[in-house]
């Protein structure tokens, strides 16, 4: 993704493991550089591609896993509506320390079965 105008890239939105029968697929973001974040750039960009899934890909269910000391990124997946599912502790070794990873899925909104 580029900010226009801009003449580098500041980063990448992955949709990734589509499956066409469950219509479900997993969603990753990274913005690259710390000075480029913290701007909307993710949230405008996520925006477009959860637009995108649902509208091109007819998707009804999109995964993310976010590293769970990420307080910015949870804050942001919340308020585009994912909601946590489940964290799986100590699921990376990063930097000599384990890393709990949190487990999040956002529903279609025209598509969410009743519960029960």
């Known amino acids: 993704m580029r900010v226009q105008d801009a003449p580098h890239i500041v980063g990448f ?7 066409a029968i469950h219509r479900s697929a997993l969603i990753g973001i990274r913005i690259g550089e710390v000075e480029d974040r913290g701007k909307g750039l993710a949230a405008d960009a996520m925006a477009v591609a959860i637009e995108y899934c649902w509208r091109d890909l007819n998707l009804s269910r999109l995964e993310l896993n976010v590293f769970a000391h990420n307080e910015p990124a949870r804050r942001l997946y919340h308020r585009l509506g994912f909601v946590e599912e489940g964290t799986s502790r100590n699921a990376l070794f990063m930097g000599g320390n384990w890393i709990d990873v949190v487990n999040m899925a956002l529903m279609r909104p025209d598509r969410v079965a009743p519960e029960g």
Request: aromatic letters at 0%.
């Open 13 to 19: 939105i992955q949709i990734h493991k589509i499956h």
